[in-house]
């Protein structure tokens, strides 16, 4: 098993490209299969949780090309509407291929998600929204079983805002007979960039990016071009890990609109951001500060950032307190931060980060997607080698990682 060496202490300088996103480029994916013609997609990041995207949708029938950079997706006939087990246990977001998969085909068969390491992330919303547009779904050995003539517009008003919830949803109502109207609807920008596409593919659809997003269901949608955005977790890891080693770095292609609430937290920790429509350039000199942070839906501070944060506040001037408000599980970092000498206190879901004056090097395991990025940010801040085990959960969701850090001076190398 893969595993990565970091040698810790020194500056970040230089420019990287941010890649494009991986939570936008998942639901595009399953956005395929809303048409029987071409869907061409460019800026599709190279992780492994898009492959797995790309062998699910193939067993359905999707046929997959790549060239010169870009994906061309066409699900000319889907003759397999189903997502095994397998598949969505390594990656929950197979559940995005449920609600094309009704509208187009008319059944799906989905395995359900289960407990995951993060927390319970029930999808009964998901499940609720399409009930309200008309499918029968039953739960049977674990798969959710659903069928529907014709999905039909509805007013559906979400309990809790859900990302995947929302697309599932918006990609149903794209072929549902009428208008539909999801209230309390999520407002992440990788909502906005499936829209964009889904737009571009004919569909009608209005208010993504605020919580009433409504749509207008059409007979058929066509093929179309689309460029995924690019990823803003990928940007403020980066970001983050600047901040944290100290030094001068530009992150080429990000965009400051999708993580003003990142980039407001790094400047109060004492970072210095510009931003304009090329990159998103970051300097550190002073002593970081300690900050008060929680997670909330978009637009405020995304959980996806949180063990990141963590990182950063480990070697602040004082006493970070830092509350994860959207998954019930998501401080398993904690445990391997404080292998690195962090001293950090957790009580229910809120963390109390005491700033040290350095961590040092040691053997950690990463456990998710992002508590293994705030390992990396500790590792380049601890003195002496940290070793983490078990990245294959880097390579989920961060393309080329030791690449794009090596390129701005960090000491890291993948090992065996
Ligand atoms: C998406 C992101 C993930 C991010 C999360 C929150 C993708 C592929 N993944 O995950 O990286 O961490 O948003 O920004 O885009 N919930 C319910 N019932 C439901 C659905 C969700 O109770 O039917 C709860 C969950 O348990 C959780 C909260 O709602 O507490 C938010 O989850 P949700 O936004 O659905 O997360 P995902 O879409 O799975």
Not at 164 to 179: C, D, F, Q, R, Y
Not at 353 to 381: E, F, N, Q
Request: glycine share 10%; hydrophobic share 45%; with cysteine.
């Amino acid at each position: 098993m893969d595993k990565l060496a970091i040698e810790g202490g020194g500056e970040l300088r230089g420019e990287v490209r941010i890649s494009g996103a991986k939570n936008a480029a998942l639901p595009i994916l399953c956005a395929s299969l809303l048409t029987a013609e071409p869907l061409v997609l460019s800026n599709v990041p190279q992780l492994n949780d898009v492959r797995t995207m790309g062998s699910l949708l193939s067993q359905m029938g999707v046929r997959s090309e790549k060239s010169d950079g870009s994906l061309t997706l066409s699900a000319a006939k889907v003759d397999w509407p189903l997502a095994p087990y397998e598949m969505v246990k390594t990656m929950r977001a197979s559940i995005l291929a449920l609600g094309p998969l009704l509208a187009r085909c008319g059944e799906a068969r989905v395995s359900l998600p289960g407990g995951c390491a993060i927390g319970l992330r029930p999808v009964d919303q998901h499940i609720k929204g399409l009930q309200a547009m008309g499918a029968e779904i039953d739960l049977d050995h674990g798969y959710i079983d659903a069928r529907a003539a014709h999905l039909s517009g509805t007013q559906f008003v979400f309990d809790v805002v859900t990302v995947t919830g929302t697309e599932n949803l918006m990609m149903a109502a794209t072929l549902a007979a009428g208008t539909t109207a999801l209230g309390n609807a999520a407002r992440e920008p990788e909502v906005v960039d499936l829209a964009e596409c889904l737009k571009a593919m004919g569909a009608r659809i209005s208010g993504a990016g605020s919580d009433r997003i409504v749509i207008e269901g059409v007979e058929t949608l066509h093929g179309a071009h689309h460029s995924i955005m690019p990823d803003r977790i990928e940007t403020g890891t980066f970001l983050a890990a600047a901040a944290a080693a100290g030094g001068d770095v530009a992150l080429l292609g990000a965009r400051a609109d999708t993580l003003q609430s990142v980039l407001d937290k790094l400047i109060e920790a004492g970072a210095e951001v510009s931003a304009d429509a090329a990159a998103i350039r970051i300097k550190r000199q002073d002593k970081l500060k300690s900050v008060t942070m929680r997670t909330t839906p978009f637009p405020g501070f995304p959980t996806d950032m949180q063990a990141q944060l963590m990182a950063l506040m480990t070697v602040a001037d004082d006493t970070a307190v830092i509350t994860e408000t959207i998954f019930e599980n998501r401080m398993m970092h904690v445990q391997e931060l404080k292998r690195l000498g962090a001293d950090i206190e957790v009580e229910g879901n809120t963390a109390i980060v005491k700033g040290v004056p350095r961590l040092t090097g040691a053997t950690v395991m990463a456990t998710d997607l992002r508590a293994s990025a705030c390992l990396v940010i500790a590792g380049l801040i601890a003195e002496g080698e940290t070793v983490i085990d078990r990245i294959y959960h880097l390579d989920r969701g961060y393309e080329r990682i030791e690449e794009k850090l090596s390129a701005l001076g960090a000491r890291i190398r993948r090992v065996a």
